[in-house]
């Protein structure tokens, strides 16, 4: 069982960063690929980025290639999105997810484990 909690989300304005954390539970945190996905009003829940267990395999959704940053810190059971250049249509709700597998996968299904999320809002 993981528990996981985000934090960093808030309000900024477009071009503006944000870094979001989620702190996992457990003593096996490598063992566990990360993922990030958001949700926004009216919409289905979508990929955002994905970690492997061991950190050397990042999977980005196209539509923030190059603007976000997704790293993990297993001394900290912790992973990051860095989120560089935000846009108005970045606004949502970010969930952290993690799957007991230490590969990572670019679909929701694959992951057991989730956050209650962490709204960000972006300004324009």
């Known amino acids: 069982q993981v528990q996981l909690v985000e934090s960093g989300g808030g309000l900024v304005q477009a071009g503006g960063s944000l870094r979001l954390s989620c702190a996992a539970s457990?003593?096996?945190?490598?063992?566990?690929?990360m993922g990030w996905f958001r949700q926004a009003p009216g919409k289905e829940r979508e990929f955002v980025a994905a970690i492997s267990g061991s950190g050397g395999w990042l999977y980005y959704a196209d539509s923030v290639k190059g603007r976000f940053t997704i790293s993990r810190d297993s001394a900290k059971n912790t992973v990051y999105l860095q989120m560089n250049s935000l846009k108005p249509e970045d606004t949502a709700v970010y969930y952290c997810a993690a799957r007991s597998s230490p590969v990572a996968a670019t679909t929701s299904p694959a992951y057991a484990y989730w956050g209650q999320g962490t709204q960000v809002t972006v300004s324009s």
């Open positions: 457990g003593r096996t945190f490598s063992t566990y690929a």
